[in-house]
């Protein structure tokens, strides 16, 4: 194994644990997050344990980093930020921060047919604000049953049942601002009249 490589895969363990302290996850939500037991994550960030690319992977996605990042590629000079895209189910994720600790943006395009057309509320901790830029965007928030359209903006605790997808065919694009329990956004709005 060349130098370089070895050295970067040493360095791993002390980025995995200033990433989790960053983002301020403990090791038994980053266990839960990813599926790695806890006493392997602790090898990993002491580097008691070397990363392979199954442990490596699962907490790249959970940050929200590419694995480059997660194990110090050499700089290449370049200043521009390249965040990269989650595909799945039909749902594009982009994020906009890379700061878990504090509250979370994402730009999030959904095409028609990837979600399942029945709502399937969820909860979690944190709080959400979201706004439409495109299209039409429906969002069952405990009993209500809403459709968004573009410039429109709603705000809910996550710990309320939630779902929310495309409407009427087409792709909706919307900003998602999400945060820790207690963490807002607000939005202020001249009253009418």
């Given at each position: 194994m ?72 050499p ?51 944190g ?67």
């Amino acid at each position: 194994m060349d130098d370089d490589l070895d050295d970067a895969i040493t360095a791993a363990g002390p980025r995995l644990r200033a990433l989790r302290k960053q983002r301020d996850i403990t090791l038994d939500e980053l266990s839960s997050q990813t599926g790695i037991s806890k006493s392997t994550l602790s090898r990993l960030e002491s580097g008691s344990r070397r990363p392979t690319l199954e442990l490596l992977l699962p907490l790249a996605r959970v940050y929200g980093v590419t694995l480059d990042e997660l194990v110090g590629a050499p700089p290449t000079g370049d200043p521009r930020v390249h965040l990269r895209p989650v595909t799945r189910n039909g749902m594009t994720m982009l994020p906009l921060t890379r700061r878990a600790g504090g509250i979370q943006a994402f730009k999030i395009i959904m095409s028609p047919g990837g979600r399942p057309e029945e709502p399937d509320p969820r909860t979690h901790e944190g709080y959400e604000w979201i706004y439409v830029l495109n299209g039409r965007l429906r969002l069952v928030l405990g009993d209500h049953d809403l459709v968004l359209t573009s410039g429109e903006a709603a705000e809910f605790d996550t710990r309320t049942p939630h779902w929310f997808g495309p409407v009427g065919g087409a792709a909706v694009e919307f900003l998602s601002l999400f945060g820790k329990q207690g963490e807002r956004a607000h939005l202020r709005a001249r009253p009418k009249g």
